[in-house]
């Protein structure tokens, strides 16, 4: 069992910045792909970025590509994110799959329970 929890969220204005974290109760996290996904209000939940086991690979939404970084480091992920667009408002959660790099949601086991991002116009 991963238990996942999640900071860094708030309301910020359009073009600014957050940074996101996720922490992993569990020792083996380096064995598991962690994924950072989104849902808006009746809107269906979106891949955001994904980083393999390693840290070697990482895998960006379309949407994102270019203002969003992810990272690991030890039993953390990172979510840096800049030039915040309204449309970036949501709740994010950061979510863990074993062994693999994946951009479903149906593909991850574990998930945390969220942290609110809203940009402001």
């Known amino acids: 069992q991963v238990q996942l929890v999640e900071s860094g969220g708030g309301l910020v204005q359009a073009g600014g910045s957050l940074s996101l974290s996720c922490a992993a109760s569990?020792?083996?996290?380096?064995?598991?792909?962690m994924g950072w996904f989104r849902q808006a209000p009746a809107e269906e939940r979106e891949f955001v970025a994904a980083i393999s086991p390693s840290g070697t690979s990482t895998f960006y939404g379309d949407s994102v590509e270019g203002r969003f970084t992810i990272s690991r480091d030890k039993n953390t992920v990172y979510l840096q994110v800049n030039n915040l667009k309204v449309e970036d408002t949501a709740v994010y959660y950061c979510a863990a799959d074993f062994r693999r790099l994946g951009v479903a949601a149906s593909e991850y086991q574990y998930w945390g329970q969220g942290t609110q991002v809203t940009a402001s116009s």
């Open positions: 569990q020792r083996a996290f380096r064995v598991y792909g």
